[in-house]
């Protein structure tokens, strides 16, 4: 099993910036992909951003050129760095890791809020 924990959320104001962090741990040798989901109210959890265990990359049109999602292997976690934020980013940010390749099954953190308001 693996567990996952978030951090880094909170209030900021549009054009802000926060970081989030995800940690594993427990089974963490099986890590493959890991990524980063949001849910606002009244809407779906979508995708926000991904990364392989080879490194690469994907964003939702919605945040590219404004999130930068990495990982640190040694540290089993995964980082959201997210600038010039706007009041639509408004959601409850999940973490999620998986085993596989693609982030279809895996598992998930508890969740982080992140307000944008003035």
């Known amino acids: 099993q693996v567990q996952l924990v978030e951090s880094g959320g909170g209030l900021v104001q549009p054009g802000g910036s926060l970081r989030l962090s995800c940690a594993a741990s427990?089974?963490?040798?099986?890590?493959?992909?890991m990524g980063w989901y949001r849910q606002a109210p009244g809407k779906q959890r979508e995708l926000v951003a991904a990364?392989?265990?080879?490194?690469?990359?994907t964003y939702a049109d919605s945040v590219k050129g404004r999130f930068t999602i990495s990982r640190d292997n040694t540290k089993n976690t995964v980082i959201l760095q997210m600038n010039s934020l706007k009041p639509e980013d408004t959601a409850v940010y999940y973490c999620?890791?998986?085993?596989?390749?693609?982030?279809?099954?895996?598992?998930w953190g508890q969740g982080t809020q992140v307000t944008v308001s003035s």
């Open positions: 990364i392989t265990s080879g490194g690469t990359t």
């Open positions: 427990g089974t963490t040798f099986s890590i493959n992909s």
């Open positions: 999620k890791m998986s085993r596989y390749s693609s982030l279809v099954v895996g598992y």
